[in-house]
């Protein structure tokens, strides 16, 4: 099986054992770099735990109890990166591209009622001017199709039918405001402010879908040579669950252990 660590645990795995070492090492060591980092924390805050690793075959050579103290440490240095300015930054540019776009009008409902009526004018013009090129037993035909476009064109522009046409304008638009308006509450609640509920939402995300990795759970290999649990179950569970039972339970329980505690701390 590929080595990966999940997007919850490479945020765990980034300070190997030793407060001797910078986090920069650490990440040199495990054949990761800070640039692949901070990208996986802005898919985490954006996506959610349950999304692909990072490659780290460094991380599946390590013992298990190494896996352990990488695990409670990383959380350790995590924290210590979510208090920084550079991931204030980070997040406030990763809101910023979230917030949807805002509405814009190029021209009133009147104006865009008649750039229509003005199309349809063209439209109707060129069409005439087309007949002119055709054969003498269609041209009869088609003139008859362009009265009835006539017709309907002059119809639309009764005083009823354009305040029709104009309500039309106004609640399609007054639609699409709302539309945005509850576009811009869930970016709000998504993305508040203040990071710390996106945090501590993470966080107990991680905790739950890391609840019930079964670490004595068995693997067959398939003749191409793929790892498949035995219980359809487990092989139905999330990318992120598998790839828990990957990192082992030492690094799996160090980073629920550490996880929890701050979550704790966070008030959550």
């Known amino acids: 099986m590929r080595a990966t660590l999940s997007r919850s645990l490479v945020i765990a ?14 990440i040199s060591q495990l054949g990761l ?22 490659p780290s075959q460094a991380f599946k050579a390590l013992p298990p109890a190494a896996r352990g103290t990488v695990a409670t440490a990383g959380v350790g240095w995590l924290k210590t990166y979510a208090a920084s300015a550079e991931f204030k930054r980070q997040y406030a540019q990763l809101r910023e591209t979230r917030k949807p776009e805002p509405l814009t009008w190029e021209m009133t409902p009147e ?11 063209e439209q109707l013009a060129a069409s005439k001017a087309a007949i002119a090129s055709l054969p003498p037993d269609q041209r009869k035909a088609v003139e008859e199709s362009l009265k009835g476009a ?3 064109i002059a ?78 179950a487990y092989q139905a569970k999330s990318s992120q669950w598998k790839q828990c039972f990957r990192a082992g339970r030492e690094a799996t329980t160090a980073a629920r252990a550490a996880a929890q505690q701050w979550l704790t701390e966070l008030g959550g």
């Open 13 to 26: 795995a980034i300070a190997a054992s030793s407060a001797a070492l910078g986090a920069a090492d650490v």
């Open 33 to 54: 770099t800070l640039d692949a980092v901070r990208e996986a924390i802005g898919s985490v805050l954006t996506f959610g735990v349950n999304n692909p690793g990072l």
């Open 111 to 121: 104006q865009e009622m008649q750039k229509a009526d003005a199309e349809s004018k």
């Open 150 to 152: 006539q017709d309907l």
């Open 155 to 232: 119809q639309m522009n009764t005083p009823e039918q354009r305040k029709m046409r104009l309500d039309a304008i106004k609640a399609d638009r007054a639609s699409r405001v709302k539309e945005y308006e509850g576009e811009v509450a869930k970016w709000r609640q998504d993305y508040p402010d203040d990071p710390k509920p996106v945090i501590v939402k993470r966080l107990r995300e991680f905790l739950q879908l890391s609840a019930d990795v079964d670490f004595n759970a068995r693997l067959k290999k398939t003749e191409s040579g793929q790892f498949l649990f035995e219980n359809p």
